[in-house]
């Protein structure tokens, strides 16, 4: 079976990061977030969000080597971020304020999509008309 090694960075003090080393066996199908809730199974004090699991509320967004993705979206096997072999190192979102761990306030979303207006279809004109 193969193996993905993680280093994730939790929220220790707000000064000091603690890190931690977890490995999981890895399944076909497999995404980060699911790694990383095996984890939680076996360190129950890592803080991490778990919501839709399906891309939609972003709250499983964390930097996985680096790069801002979604836990739940970014797949273990052949995914261009994640590389067989290599340490997958996992940090909360610098962008948004620490709650602990990998969890941070995403809460900032919600306020911006909230004066998004509903998408409105326009009329159809000469050119979109059917039979134009
Ligand atoms: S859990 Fe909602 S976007 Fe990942």
């Not at 993705?69 to 590389?83: A, E, S, W, Y």
């Not at 207006?117 to 059917?130: C, S």
């Amino acid at each position: 079976m193969t193996q993905a090694t993680f280093q994730a960075s939790g929220a220790a003090t707000k000064v000091r990061r603690r890190v931690q080393d977890y490995t999981a066996d890895l399944g076909e199908g497999m995404v980060v977030l699911d790694c990383v809730t095996r984890f939680r199974q076996r360190s129950p004090h890592l803080g991490l969000p778990l919501d839709c699991k399906a891309g939609k509320c972003g709250s499983c967004s964390a930097e996985i080597n680096g790069k801002p993705r979604l836990m739940c979206m970014t797949r273990m096997d052949g995914h261009r971020h994640v590389k067989p072999g290599e340490t997958i190192i996992l940090e909360p979102m610098h962008t948004f304020p620490l709650i602990g761990d990998l969890v941070t306030d995403v809460s900032w979303n919600y306020r911006v999509n909230k004066m998004i207006p509903a998408f409105q279809p326009r009329k159809p004109d000469a050119r979109t008309a059917p039979g134009a």
